[in-house]
């Protein structure tokens, strides 16, 4: 199976401040078709998770221009370019290149 | 507005067995995958299986690879996931999400991309005696 590590576990930050999260796999996350499947979570709490970035660095719907995703094989970051106090919750980055899906431990962003 | 709603949630005993559903609405079925995945109390999230728009393709975490079933409806847009034999380490709240749209290569060939663009709210799935 293919192993997700993030990092840091725990993420305080200022408003107004940048944010950055790191996701390692395991193996490649890259397909026969040159994409690579990494995508990002965010489950703010007492709610269901909501898809942040896929393949990377594709924005999903409504996502703010605040949030930018980039990396390739196996190392793979989140950047929020000035954290807002909605950002609060965990972040979890997932691989689908293979099955079993797998998903990183998570990483808490919190507001100082 | 595309809507994901999960339900059949409950306590259960070890050994017993449940179904939960998800209801769906607001896009093309058969169009897109479909996925189950958990969250055990105090922790992070756990894909437990995913089946294809329409229906060939199962697959299973090794958790659950046996004991829990996949499938979908295309004529009432729900997914279910049949569970069987179930543990204490079952215990969790269960998530329906629907995948986004499906890649196609240039010589025609499909298949899902499996990024969760859409969560439902979750049911609670309690196994305990």
């Known amino acids: 199976d293919i192993v997700m590590t993030q990092s840091p576990l725990s993420l305080p930050v200022t408003p107004g401040e940048p944010a950055s999260f790191s996701c390692r796999s395991s193996?490649?996350?890259?397909?026969?078709?040159?994409?690579?499947?990494l995508n990002w979570y965010v489950q703010k709490p007492g709610q269901s998770p909501q898809l942040l970035m896929y393949?990377?660095?594709n924005r999903a719907s409504g996502v703010p221009d605040r949030f930018s995703g980039s990396g390739s094989g196996t190392d793979f970051t989140l950047k929020i370019s000035r954290v807002e106090a909605e950002d609060v919750g965990i972040y979890y980055c997932?691989?689908?290149?293979?099955?079993?899906?797998?998903f990183g431990q998570g990483t808490r962003l919190e507001i100082k | 507005e595309v809507l994901l709603v999960e339900s059949g949630g409950s306590l259960v005993q070890p050994g017993g067995s449940l179904r939960l559903s998800c209801a769906t609405s607001?896009?093309?079925?058969?169009?897109?995958?479909m996925s189950w995945v958990r969250q055990a109390p105090e922790t992070g999230l756990e894909w437990v299986s995913s089946?294809?728009?329409?229906?060939?393709?199962?697959y299973y975490a090794d958790s659950v690879r046996g004991r829990f079933t996949i499938s979908r409806d295309t004529s009432q847009s729900t997914v279910y996931l049949q569970m069987n034999t179930l543990r204490a380490e079952d215990t969790a709240i269960y998530y329906c999400?629907?995948?986004?749209?499906?890649?196609?290569?240039?010589?025609?060939?499909?298949?899902?991309?499996?990024?969760?663009?859409?969560w439902g709210q979750g049911t609670r799935v309690i196994v305990s005696a």
């Open positions: 393949l990377v660095s």
């Open positions: 997932m691989q689908a290149v293979e099955t079993p899906i797998t």
């Open positions: 607001g896009f093309t079925f058969h169009n897109y995958a």
């Open positions: 089946i294809t728009g329409d229906g060939s393709g199962a």
């Open positions: 999400a629907k995948d986004g749209p499906y890649y196609y290569d240039p010589s025609g060939y499909s298949f899902p991309e499996y990024y969760f663009d859409l």
């Open positions: 193996q490649r996350l890259v397909y026969t078709n040159g994409h690579n499947y």
